[in-house]
Every structure is written in C-alpha cells, then in structure tokens.
C-alpha cells in the first residue's frame, strides 16, 4: 500500500512546488514601478510593462481650439493616442508646466516607455528654462518626445557622449527659439497698441455681446448658473461668457470703447 501511495505523493509535492514557483515568477513578472535611473529597472519588469502614447495639446486662450493639434498629430505621425491632455486658456510664458492642471497630470502619468508627443515644445511652454529641464526629466525618465513639426524625437537611447550633447543642444535652441517668439509678438503687439493710442484709434476687440447680455450673464453668474445654461438663455458663445467672468471690469471698458456695441 504505501509503494502505491509514495509515488502519488511524489508526483503532487513536485507539482506543488512547481505552482508556487510559477506564482513567484508571476509576480516578479508584473512587478511595476517608477525609478529614475532607468539602468537599475529591473529587466523582467520591463519585459511586461505596457507603455502609453500621450499627446499634451495647450492653447492660449478659450477662443482657440485644440482639436487641430491632434489631427494634425495622428495624420503626420500615423499614431493612436491613449490619452489626450487638452490645456485651455493657460500662458505658455508665465504659467511653468507643472503649474497647469494637465501639466501636473502628465508629470503624474508618465512612465518608462511611454510617448509624449506634442505639436512642437512652445506646446510644453514658451520659457527656456522650464522647457529644457522638463524635457530632459523626461529623458531621465525613460520617455520618448516626439515632435509634430519637424517630426523629431529625443530620448535617452544614446550614451554616446557627443551624441547626448547634440540632442541638448537642440532642445535648448528649440526652447529659446519658443521663448524668443514669445517675447517678439508680445513686443509687437505693445508697440502696435501704443501707436494706435497715440493716433486715439485704438479701440480693442469689438465686443461680440451689448451690455444687456454682460449684466444678464454677471447676474446669472452670481446666482450659480452653469456658464452653459447661460450662454443658451443669453444667445453667446461659452468662450464669451467665460471672458465676461473672469474679467468683468474688462469686459466693462471695451463696452465703453465701442459707443455702438451697448
């Protein structure tokens, strides 16, 4: 009886330890997790990691749009995105990318492999130094950049001292070239501005909605009514309304700019 037993018993206890050590691999296989000197990360993490391709799309101001910037990136790039981080109405000069809600997000999300990709790094922001140092965090990070226009891409693959050097170097004139244009149309613009004060021509925008509807939305605001709901009952844009909320007193002097418009 036990010559037939022992045998049965063999073969369930080398069974068992065959389990178990496939339930440790498992869990060394699946083992996550965020280290910024990359040639420390476990290999076997890395073989089953799932990498995401994340677009960051910023525009200036409400009145702009962003659906434009990923068509423009799936159709040059031929890439599916797994998320899309859409910044609205935020500065690229004077608000730094970890400062902005979707900024914060995208230092959060991203991971070793992933893939930002970005119109171009006036996107990310239009100050040089803020640019460059989350550029190359990223890099440390094991993160692909890719850029819409001129389709470039900056990563960490290199060790080649040289080859590292090339690639700051032009993350830098990228940056400074963002920060540059930056400060070129903010000048012109002034300059524009102030000649026109000087002729007693300079108006502003004219004003899409009469000093009606800019009472009726404060009014409306101040009673908690969605910005929706407003511009419905109002007959305005969102985009309008929002600009009446933030800055009435504005929106208040360019009435009085346009004798016609209240």
């Known amino acids: 009886m036990c010559l037939a037993i022992c045998p049965l018993g063999y073969t369930l206890a080398v069974f068992g330890c065959a389990l178990l050590a496939l339930s440790v691999r498992v869990v060394?296989?699946?083992?996550?997790?965020?280290c910024s000197d990359t040639t420390r990360k476990d290999n076997l993490s890395l073989e089953f990691s799932v990498s995401q391709t994340i677009l960051y799309a910023r525009v200036s101001?409400?009145?702009?749009?962003?659906?434009?910037?990923?068509?423009?990136?799936?159709?040059?790039?031929?890439?599916?995105?797994?998320?899309?981080?859409?910044?609205?109405?935020?500065?690229?000069?004077?608000?730094?990318?970890?400062?902005?809600?979707?900024?914060?997000?995208?230092?959060?999300?991203?991971?070793?492999?992933?893939?930002?990709?970005?119109?171009?790094?006036?996107?990310?922001?239009?100050n040089y130094e803020d640019v460059t140092d989350c550029i190359r965090e990223f890099i440390k990070r094991g993160v692909v950049v890719r850029t819409v226009i001129?389709?470039?891409?900056?990563?960490?693959?290199?060790?080649?001292?040289?080859?590292?050097?090339?690639?700051?170097?032009?993350?830098?004139?990228?940056?400074?070239?963002?920060?540059?244009q930056a400060e070129a149309i903010k000048e012109a613009q002034s300059a524009g501005i102030q000649h026109a004060k000087s002729l007693g021509k300079f108006k502003g925008r004219k004003p899409s909605y009469t000093r009606s509807q800019m009472?009726?939305?404060?009014?409306?605001?101040?009673?908690?009514?969605s910005a929706s709901g407003i511009a419905m009952a109002a007959g305005?844009?969102?985009?309008?309304?929002?600009?009446?909320?933030?800055?009435?007193?504005?929106?208040?002097?360019?009435?009085?700019?346009?004798?016609?418009?209240?």
């Not at 009472?215 to 908690?224: G, S």
């Open 28 to 34: 060394i296989l699946f083992r996550t997790g965020y």
């Open 215 to 225: 009472e009726y939305v404060l009014a409306q605001h101040a009673l908690q009514a």
């Open 61 to 126: 101001t409400r009145d702009q749009t962003i659906e434009h910037q990923r068509l423009q990136a799936e159709q040059s790039l031929g890439l599916a995105f797994d998320e899309v981080l859409e910044e609205k109405g935020v500065s690229g000069v004077g608000t730094r990318l970890r400062e902005r809600e979707q900024g914060r997000r995208l230092f959060d999300m991203l991971r070793y492999g992933d893939v930002l990709v970005v119109r171009w790094v006036d996107r990310l922001g239009r």
């Open 150 to 180: 001129n389709g470039l891409t900056f990563d960490g693959a290199t060790k080649d001292p040289m080859q590292m050097a090339v690639r700051d170097a032009l993350i830098g004139f990228m940056a400074a070239t963002a920060q540059a």
């Open 236 to 262: 305005l844009s969102r985009q309008t309304v929002y600009r009446i909320i933030d800055n009435p007193e504005k929106a208040r002097i360019q009435l009085e700019a346009w004798d016609g418009s209240s």
